[in-house]
């Protein structure tokens, strides 16, 4: 009988896996209703005040009397070392009206750093689909450091054609 004692006292017991398998699924819930929270805006939004969710509501829109665009002349840009694909680009510079004169006198130096950035790119690099975006954004970095930071507000693209 000593024997049969000391075999069940050797053994040992198995931890239950419940604490773990509860805590799994809480933490998941955690996380989904934290997302779920601060995608629909309950937490983290930022706040309307009545003015402006009426402001919203009537269709008011900011005036806008102090924009000016300025046009970019249109280039024909070949694309690649075998030079067989061209593209076709136009744009204007949305800027503010007190800076219009400061721009349009500096476009020389915007053309050419936009024509040497294009010149520079690939028909792969145009190809992809968010490449637009990708493009305008840093052509308008370019184009703000050439006119000053605050002179050029956005690069309005009117025309970008792969022939």
Do not use: C, W
């Not at 806008?64 to 970019?72: G, K, L």
């Not at 750093?113 to 370019?142: C, F, H, K, T, W």
């Amino acid at each position: 009988m000593a024997e049969t004692e000391n075999t069940e006292e050797d053994s040992p017991k198995k931890a239950s896996k419940l604490p773990l398998v509860l805590g799994l699924v809480l933490a998941i819930l955690g996380g989904g209703g934290g997302f779920y929270a601060v995608y629909s805006g309950l937490i983290l939004a930022p706040e309307v005040t009545e003015h402006a969710a009426q402001k919203a509501a009537s269709g008011e829109v900011k005036d806008m009397s102090d924009v000016a665009f300025v046009p970019v002349d249109p280039m024909v840009i070949s694309l690649g070392s075998g030079g067989a694909s061209h593209l076709r680009f136009q744009a204007q510079l949305e800027v503010g009206t007190a800076h219009e004169s400061e721009v349009a006198k500096l476009m020389p130096r915007v053309v050419d750093v936009l024509n040497s950035y294009l010149r520079a790119l690939e028909p792969e690099d145009i190809a992809a689909g968010s490449a637009l975006i990708r493009l305008r954004a840093q052509m308008l970095r370019r184009v703000q450091i050439v006119t000053g930071g605050d002179r050029v507000r956005d690069l309005l693209i009117m025309e970008f054609v792969l022939n």
